[in-house]
């Protein structure tokens, strides 16, 4: 958290706040930020103070409004619930609370002193020679939807959290024997042979030629397949910095601030109703035009990176301006005309119809026949009955990690069959495969590499899962409880 506001310090103006957060949320403090008549407990513990339910709503009001600030879309209580949103806040309000109380267990703090050079040596709050510029944090400070005293609260919980996790990673030692295993794991090479069928394709099966009154009743069932996507029409502008600060003698500090104040401008008037017509005026910029799908859309090399609000946006909505990839200005864009999805008659689309019905039968034909396979394949007959059923061979060797020759699919289910045994069929999107695996070893040139390279990371990770451990013993000791049945009070 603490670090997303560091590295958003010299952004645009909601980017200083909160800088690549689309559907996910930072939020500050946890305290209890309001006190109704009507304030129940929603989450219990033991040892430690409870969440009250105005505080998860207020959590969670914040939360909200961050993500529509930035996805300057509206979030429907459907697409919440669809997250599981409730769930994520009341997750992480209960992370945090044991969190404090691990801190105080251990009696840690943070002083302010601590925390005040802490900020002095971010990058963020630095001038050109590297040095502590209080204009530039006070800048920061006045943009935060918070009290200075609750970002210094937050801040010295964040420094209180990395301190005492890296003092857990300073005194667990990972046992040499788990790392051996791993490596092990790692270095694990298993022989395999396997049957690999291009489901989609006629193979040897018989050839399928459709009569009329099949494509007819495909095509009646089927219509969603043959659906032509929506397509938009957009208006758009692009605003180069130079346009806002033709200036490239003003200090970075100046620029920063024109930046900002011509941002805000841009955003006051998109809501207060302006065109795509009158804001290319002010700023003498072209108006160019897009028509297409949401695919070619974000296929666009400029338009890419804005697809998803497009495509959520009503006729003749003006977005709001968003900042372009690689430095390259601010794009507003305007919906002037949608055209839906729709269906083509058959006739038009025949060929199309054909191929797809063509390309299931011979789909279902082939996953038929590899079952027949799989029931009749033994480690024993494996190479004789692939002949019969016309199946090529072919062998490998499989690692613990990704090969370009294979799905990862296949070389997970080969890890995991047993030696000399036969795995389950595996059906992808296009293809299928049977393996049978041969042999197992040791490749011990790459467990060197591993034991070089990676012996650290592995030690990482089983002492940030033993920090895991830690939190789920502080859960369990404080017999967390959380009542969602109250929820449902949210509108009261």
Known sequence: MLKTLRNAANNIVFKLILVGIVLSFVLFGIGDVIRGRNDYDLVKFKNLPSITLSHFIQFKKEAIARIEQNSKEKITDETLAQMGFDQQVISKLVQERLMEGWIASQNLTVGDKVVANDIKKSPNFQDDKGKFNADLYKGFISRLPIPEEEFYTRYKFDIATGLLQDNVKHTIHAPKLLEDVIIGYLSQVK??????????????????????????????????????????????????????????????????????????????????????????????????????????????????????????????????????????????????????????????????????????????????????????????????????????????????????????????????????????????????????????????????????SSRENISNHFKSSFIGEIMEYFNAQNNTEVRMELLGTQGN
């Open 191 to 452: 022989t395999a042979k396997y049957v690999k069928v291009n489901i989609a394709e006629k193979g040897t099966l018989a050839e399928v030629k459709p009569s009329n009154e099949e494509l007819q009743k495909f095509y009646e069932e089927n219509k969603l397949k043959f659906q032509l996507p929506e397509e938009r029409t957009l208006q758009y502008i692009i605003i180069d910095k130079k346009m806002i600060n033709p200036n490239v003698k003003d200090s970075a500090e100046k620029q920063t601030k024109q930046l900002m104040e011509a941002i805000k401008q841009l955003e006051d008037a998109v809501a207060g109703g302006e065109n795509i017509k009158e804001v290319a005026a002010r700023y003498k910029a072209k108006i160019a035009t897009f028509k297409g799908s949401f695919t070619a859309m974000e296929k666009d090399s400029i338009l890419g990176s804005n697809a998803d609000s497009a495509f959520a946006m009503n006729q003749n909505e003006l977005s709001y301006p968003a900042e372009l990839p690689e430095d390259k200005g601010y794009i507003l864009f305007e919906v002037s005309d949608v055209l839906e999805g729709r269906v083509p008659p058959l006739d038009k689309i025949k060929a199309s119809v054909t191929a797809e019905y063509i390309k299931g039968a011979y789909i279902a034909a082939n996953i038929e026949k590899l079952k027949e396979f799989e029931a009749k394949v033994t480690a024993e007959n494996f190479d004789e009955l692939s002949k019969q059923f016309g199946f090529a061979l072919e062998t490998i060797d499989v690692r613990g990690r990704s090969d370009p020759k294979i799905p990862d699919e296949l070389t997970y289910t080969i890890l995991q069959t047993q030696p000399n045994k036969v795995s389950s069929l595996l059906i992808l999107e296009e293809s299928a495969y049977v393996a049978k695996t041969i042999k197992i070893a040791t490749d011990k040139k790459q467990a060197d590499i591993i034991k070089k």
